[in-house]
């Protein structure tokens, strides 16, 4: 158990429609980082967040947005679901948020666009 | 070209045999090297750490990285059937916050 945990575990929704993950980093750490995990483009990064604010972006979508919270939570908003956004989509956390910090990641949210 | 390139596999060996996994990387500011285990249906857990280039060792497992050929690799000693799993190898350069990630091998090790 790496101390990250995400809700929910499963999501099954149509396409057109909006969907918000969440993510509790482990206790005391301040970046949370945000991946999709598909078959063809395996895990890709999306997004990171330290101490609420956006520290670096990757191949995130228009349609896609997060945010983190005071207490370090942070969501992940999928919105506009096309049936290519079915994937697993992770959150990992790390201490700080340079290069040298280890991430851990939770145990997943799988999203089915149906 | 991808960035990062590992051989999807699937991989599979007897109980006790040596494993050997390895990826290629394109981007030569990369610094950090990482392998990742993900079991099906769970989260990566993260194995291994190095920096730059040379080898570090923890139980079974052996990390090596050359940076003059691009190369990384992860050697699993007296394989066991619990490390069939996917493995994954990440990494990153100094400065970045993201992670690089290949598309992970499946290895099966059969009793």
């Known amino acids: 158990d790496s101390g990250v945990t995400q809700t929910p575990k499963h999501l099954i929704t149509a396409t057109g429609q909006r969907v918000t993950l969440r993510c509790s ?20 990064f999306l997004i990171q967040y330290y101490n609420g604010e956006e520290r670096a972006k990757g191949n995130i979508l228009e349609r ?23 994937a697993l989509y992770f959150c990992a956390s790390s201490v700080g948020g340079t290069s040298v910090d280890e991430q851990y990641f939770g145990p997943g949210t799988r999203l089915t666009v149906t | 070209q991808k960035e ?6 699937p991989l599979s060996v007897p109980e ?22 993900q079991y099906s249906r769970k989260g990566p857990e993260l194995l291994m750490y190095t920096y730059s280039s040379g080898n570090k060792e923890d139980g079974r497992f052996t990390a090596q990285v050359d940076k003059s050929s691009k190369y990384i690799s992860l050697f699993i000693r007296d394989s066991q059937p619990s490390d069939s799993a996917t493995y994954l190898c990440a990494m990153r350069d100094q400065g970045a916050q993201k992670l690089v990630f290949g598309q992970g091998t499946r290895l099966t090790i059969n009793p």
């Open chain 2, 16 to 37: 006790g045999a040596i494993v050997s996994l390895n990826c290629t990387y394109s981007n030569s500011a990369f610094q950090y090297f990482m392998w990742y285990r």
């Open chain 1, 64 to 86: 896609f947005s997060a945010q983190q919270f005071p207490d370090l939570h942070s969501e992940l908003n999928l919105s506009s679901l096309e049936l290519g956004d079915s």
């Open chain 2, 4 to 9: 990062v390139e590992q051989d999807p596999g």
């Open chain 1, 25 to 44: 980093p482990r206790s005391g750490d301040l970046s949370v980082y945000w991946y999709q995990q598909s078959l063809d483009q395996g895990l890709q």
